[in-house]
């Protein structure tokens, strides 16, 4: 069974920084696609950025000059670094990751959330 965890959430100002992280664990599993969506409050699910193995990378318009999503293959991470950080940034954060594993086939994963704030 493959798991994802996230890292890296809290609590920043406005125009401040976060770095979320998330590792993807378990046995003989290969991962194509990585990325983040978010969800704010009474608000749908919306993609903020992928990168495939390649290092070719995908962002929302509103993210794009203030985000940057980068991926450790050796390490099977993801990595968010948030700049420029504001109000409208504030949701739950969760990563995904389109994984095939051994015995469930290709499917996609979840990590539980991490909580961003930005608030003065």
């Known amino acids: 069974q493959v798991q994802l965890a996230e890292s890296g959430g809290g609590l920043v100002q406005p125009g401040g920084s976060l770095r979320l992280s998330c590792a993807a664990s378990g046995r003989n599993f290969y991962i194509y696609d990585m990325g983040w969506y978010r969800q704010a409050a009474g608000r749908q699910r919306e993609l903020v950025a992928t990168i495939n193995y390649d290092q070719n990378t995908k962002y929302q318009d509103s993210v794009k000059g203030r985000f940057t999503i980068s991926r450790d293959n050796d390490k099977n991470t993801v990595y968010l670094q948030m700049n420029t950080l504001q109000a409208e940034d504030t949701a739950v954060y969760y990563c995904?990751?389109?994984?095939?594993?051994?015995?469930?086939?290709?499917?996609?994963?979840w990590g539980q959330g991490t909580q961003v704030t930005v608030s003065s």
């Open positions: 995904y990751g389109d994984i095939i594993a051994m015995a469930a086939g290709r499917r996609d994963y």
